[in-house]
């Protein structure tokens, strides 16, 4: 069997306001060709289909067009959809009586007392596999798999949803059939995106560990993380990434695809085989300067000096200067360099002249970071800011009922 594993998709991004439609619908038209070429019998998709767990009509039509594109250019295709934790798990669980008819198969919640849901057997010819479908556990997916003499805790929640779920995998795994285990979460040692994708912290718990997917798995699909790596060393445990660059901070990533294939030997396990096929990109992104920040005068030139008739649409740009940088004209310098340039643009990121918590990296004064922040370190930022609460700790049971609230809003699709 040939897998395809591809994640974090997030239909329906608006990019600092501007729409990325054409950029999805390039991505589905590359993604289509590659099934054909590579004769794909399955597609996996760990996680945030959507950037909101409210998408937009548009945003969901895009998804159900290329499943029906796929399904009639690759007939033998099947394909695995798991919700993330970007997307509403009543979402996308709605849709799986249509998507059904189109041989794809959504997961949308774990239920400990169900695992056998999230275990799909693809049979496809002669062709078999096992996946195990885990999508984005929520704490009140797993509160009852949760709880330690310490009181609850997250990472043991998940370690035992993916213990139960491949109790009942391996009943189904034949000899030599591979056995797919996909996830969306942050492993411990995987490489986060600073400002597009915040850090998924549970209960004071931020990375799991890679040891809750077994040694019996062939292959795990993950999800979340937006740069494709491996994890913990293991040529058989990798992200895909994302698509196309959903923050500036990624735009030097190389984005990409993984071509899974098993193959076997007499008296031998599987030998998996891992091919990254890249993904071109159609819109660039780019940041002025490239470097340190420089004089507003010298940035000017710089915006006028870019050569944007090279690039087949308009690229994103996002220009920094020194907040001692700014005076009462600098907006309108900015604009008159931008006169004629056919961009994106994407606002100023004002840089101040001053270390943080004697740390050496620069503080950006920008609102679109805000939602990036930790929640846990912003409640506890709130206690060292408060003159009564400076010298308390916040404890876990605080910790945790901030995370319920936010994973009740969540589902009540109000973030």
Not at 48 to 62: C, G, L, R, V
Not at 183 to 197: P, Q, R, V, W
Not at 391 to 404: G, Q, Y
Request: proline share 4%; glycine share 4%.
């Amino acid at each position: 069997m040939k897998v395809l594993h591809t994640s974090d998709w997030h239909l329906g991004q608006q990019f600092y306001e501007h729409d990325r439609r054409h950029e999805h619908h390039a991505f589905f038209s590359w993604l289509l060709t590659t099934l054909v070429n590579q004769q794909i019998d399955l597609l996996l998709v760990a996680g945030d289909i959507y950037h909101t767990a409210t998408p937009s009509a548009n945003a969901e039509n895009q998804l159900y067009q290329f499943i029906k594109n796929a399904k009639a250019q690759c007939p033998q295709l099947h394909v695995v959809i798991i919700a993330g934790n970007h997307d509403s798990a009543n979402r996308i669980l709605a849709a799986q009586p249509l998507l059904a008819q189109f041989d794809t198969h959504v997961v949308g919640r774990f239920d400990p007392a169900k695992p056998s849901d999230v275990v799909i057997t693809i049979n496809n010819d002669d062709k078999r596999a096992v996946v195990l479908a885990m999508p984005f556990l929520r704490t009140s997916d797993i509160s009852t798999l949760s709880q330690t003499e310490n009181g609850p805790s997250y990472a043991q929640g998940v370690a035992k949803a993916y213990e139960l779920a491949l109790e009942h995998a391996l009943t189904l795994n034949a000899e030599n059939t591979p056995l797919i285990v996909m996830g969306h979460l942050h492993a411990k040692g995987g490489n986060i995106s600073g400002d597009s994708e915040r850090n998924l912290v549970i209960g004071g718990e931020e990375a799991i560990s890679a040891l809750v997917f077994g040694k019996q798995a062939n292959y795990v699909a993950l999800g979340h993380l937006h740069k494709a790596q491996l994890v913990a060393k293991n040529e058989q445990i990798r992200y895909s990434g994302t698509p196309i660059p959903m923050s500036f901070s990624e735009r030097k990533y190389t984005h990409q695809v993984n071509v899974v294939e098993f193959s076997e030997q007499k008296n031998q396990p599987l030998n998996t085989t891992v091919n990254p096929l890249y993904i071109p990109r159609l819109a660039e992104v780019i940041v002025l300067p490239e470097g340190e920040c420089v004089p507003l005068a010298q940035l000017c030139e710089q915006i006028k000096a870019l050569d944007t008739q090279q690039y087949e649409i308009a690229p994103y740009l996002r220009v920094k200067l020194k907040s001692s940088d700014i005076d009462t004209t600098f907006r309108e310098q900015i604009e008159q360099a931008l006169q004629g340039k056919q961009v994106n643009f994407c606002g100023i990121e004002r840089v101040r002249d001053q270390q943080v918590s004697n740390s050496s990296e620069t503080v950006f004064e920008d609102l679109s970071f805000v939602e990036m922040l930790n929640p846990i370190s912003l409640l506890e930022q709130a206690f060292n800011n408060d003159k009564d609460m400076a010298a308390a700790t916040v404890s876990n049971e605080l910790k945790a009922l901030l995370t319920d609230v936010i994973e009740e809003l969540e589902q009540e699709q109000l973030l």
